[in-house]
């Protein structure tokens, strides 16, 4: 291997390490030490989507200006009236994802994708600090135990879909960088009504099928359901039945009436 090549490996290895503890360790501790507490802000109603063009626009400022700059756009958003939650489903999400797509096609280097994600974990902080904690849901408290695929070492949706449940009513845990092991061992231990499993690149397909029926064969809860999410998974909802999945949703927003649904009919399906 030449010297450049060799570099160039470092650099790439470096990159994924840091980026996974951006979004490993500290965007999930700012969402746990923050998500208790309240605001008193009232949204302005408004043009409350955020579009194509809007992503397009955002996405290149998080590597431009600075965090405190960053925030003030969104607090502008927030101000004409999109949901918090669609803030983080619908544009840091994305955003996030378009910085990993700069970096795959040399559109910016290491720096910029790495600052851009930090100023980003710093809008999540800022905002998640004003989300409240959901109530447990009337029907007992659903449980639900979110993570990146085995070898994914992107979380930011883990723990964005984690807060959404969460936000909804549902008892959640998460693994923000797990080895297949541990996450068999959490499923045997623990009681899920939910797996909810993320995937944020193709190359991860290969080995899910065999994840998923592993997690069947020692869940603690022998019907347990497991859905799958992420931009594969979207583009193509029939590749979660094809994994062995019971089920996909359309965007992060939508997953928990899915799963809801799905527990419903797996009860249903047992008294029988």
């Known amino acids: 291997m030449g010297l450049s090549a060799f570099r160039a490996r470092i650099d790439a290895d470096y990159a994924r390490s840091l980026t996974a503890l951006i979004e490993s360790q500290i965007i999930p501790r700012m969402m746990v030490a923050h998500s208790g507490a309240t605001t008193s802000c009232t949204a302005v109603i408004a043009d409350d989507v955020i579009g194509a063009d809007e992503i397009a626009a955002f996405a290149p400022l998080v590597m431009q200006i600075e965090a405190d700059e960053l925030f003030a756009v969104v607090e502008a958003?927030?101000?004409?009236?999109?949901?918090?939650?669609?803030?983080?489903?619908?544009?840091?999400?994305?955003?996030?994802?378009?910085?990993?797509?700069?970096?795959?096609?040399?559109?910016?280097?290491?720096?910029?994708?790495?600052?851009?994600?930090?100023?980003?974990q710093e809008v999540v902080h800022e905002i998640t600090g004003g989300m409240t904690t959901g109530q447990t849901s009337a029907d007992g408290g659903r449980r639900a135990l979110f993570c990146p695929v085995p070898g994914d070492q992107h979380s930011l949706g883990t723990v964005m879909i984690d807060d959404i449940f969460r936000r909804d009513g549902w008892m959640t845990d998460r693994l923000c960088d797990p080895q297949t092991p541990e996450l068999l061992k959490r499923a045997q231990a623990q009681w899920f009504d939910?797996?909810?499993?993320?995937?944020?690149?193709?190359?991860?397909?290969?080995?899910?099928?065999?994840?998923?029926?592993?997690?069947?064969?020692?869940?603690?809860?022998?019907?347990?359901?497991?859905?799958?999410?992420?931009?594969?998974?979207?583009?193509?909802?029939?590749?979660?039945?094809?994994?062995?999945?019971?089920?996909?949703?359309?965007?992060a927003k939508s997953a928990p009436r899915v799963a809801d649904q799905l527990v419903r009919e797996r009860e249903r399906a047992v008294a029988t």
């Open 77 to 120: 958003i927030l101000a004409r009236g999109v949901p918090m939650e669609s803030v983080l489903v619908d544009l840091l999400a994305p955003t996030a994802r378009m910085l990993g797509e700069f970096w795959e096609n040399d559109t910016c280097d290491f720096m910029d994708v790495t600052m851009g994600l930090w100023r980003l």
């Open 194 to 251: 939910i797996i909810g499993l993320t995937v944020s690149c193709d190359c991860h397909i290969g080995p899910l099928r065999a994840i998923i029926a592993a997690l069947r064969n020692i869940s603690k809860n022998p019907h347990v359901g497991i859905m799958v999410g992420g931009r594969v998974f979207s583009a193509n909802p029939e590749l979660a039945v094809q994994v062995g999945a019971d089920g996909t949703a359309v965007d």
